[in-house]
């Protein structure tokens, strides 16, 4: 597909997602017309974040405003085919009209060539934490022994993956042959160390399996905004993402064994029915470095 194609196809997942949006408010009962009224004076611009002013030049985006009351999810329902070369640039505008200031995630979900959605946990290695089991593991197990663990800390979020690639190229990930969460005791004993879970392991291996530590993380890649608190103007959230990790849930790069992403956004989270905020202006851009 030709750049000129890809960026036409970028720009209807970015307007598809708006109407998301639009469904998501009328979900809430709210009035598009009266958000359009709301921005009609103060709409954003493609210039700057600090010169809202200058938006009203720009027809499309009055028309493509739409607000979102209390806490929503938007989740893209168009595929995007991820190349590894190129450079994938999201952005949108947003401007709180609530009582208080919305709070704002703003990014990717990342999934395999399976189109299976990427967990952070099966990409969020702990460094240095590979090792083997001194035991047999058993699904029922809470007590896990291994051969060391010098590296490997105690965490709530943290858990174990099994059966994973030690060469330092993690072929493995994204992994998920992973325990449950916690890691509530790291204790060394005569020969090998004990791992404490929180939970059964509901995992099965033989002595021997090449093991690390993982932890999780946020849900999703999160490149344009990360909880944050959009103000009473407009104002532009951009974030860039290009090449993949090796390993990792960064926001600069594809989380490892990413070949499809869709949009996600989440407004208003933990937060009550007197947040809406107004959403305008997608749009995705893959560049060739």
């Known amino acids: 597909m030709s750049d000129h194609r890809k960026a036409v196809k970028l720009r209807w997942i970015a307007t598809a997602a708006m109407l998301l949006i639009f469904m998501a408010a009328a979900r809430f009962g709210l009035d598009a017309d009266r958000a359009f009224a709301a921005t009609s004076k103060s709409d954003p611009s ?12 720009n027809p499309l985006l009055d028309k493509l405003c739409f607000p979102c009351k209390g806490p929503t999810t938007i989740k893209g329902s168009e595929w995007i085919t991820i190349d590894p070369v190129k450079r994938y640039t999201l952005t949108g505008w947003f401007r709180s009209v609530g009582k208080d200031p919305s709070s704002l995630y ?8 399976d189109k299976r959605l990427i967990a952070p946990e099966q990409v969020g ?6 090792t083997v089991l001194h035991e047999d593991c058993k699904k029922e197990d809470t007590l896990i022994k291994v051969a060391h663990a010098f590296k490997w800390k105690e965490d709530p979020h943290a858990c174990i993956a099994f059966d994973v690639d030690d060469s330092g190229k993690y072929a493995d990930l994204p992994n998920r042959n992973l325990s449950g969460f916690g890691i509530l005791k790291i204790e060394e004993k005569e020969g090998y160390w004990e791992v404490r879970l929180n939970e059964p392991c509901g995992r099965a291996y033989p002595a021997g399996t090449k093991v690390r530590e993982h932890s999780a993380g946020p849900a999703y890649l999160y490149c344009a905004a990360a909880a944050q608190s959009v103000p009473a103007e ?12 090796t390993a990792g849930a960064g926001n600069a790069h594809w989380w490892q064994g990413t070949k499809y992403a869709k949009l996600v956004l989440l407004l208003n ?3 009550n029915e007197d947040c809406i905020v107004l959403v305008g202006g997608l ?6 470095p």
């Not at 290695?125 to 590979?130: D, P, R």
Request: aromatic share 10%.
């Open 46 to 57: 493609g210039a700057s974040s600090a010169s809202p002013q200058a938006a009203s030049a």
């Open 106 to 113: 703003f990014g990717y979900m990342c999934f395999d060539a």
């Open 125 to 130: 290695v702990l460094g240095a934490t590979e």
């Open 234 to 245: 407009w104002t532009q959230y951009s974030g860039t993402v290009a090449g993949l990790s």
């Open 269 to 271: 989270s933990e937060q």
């Open 283 to 288: 749009d995705i851009r893959a560049e060739t």
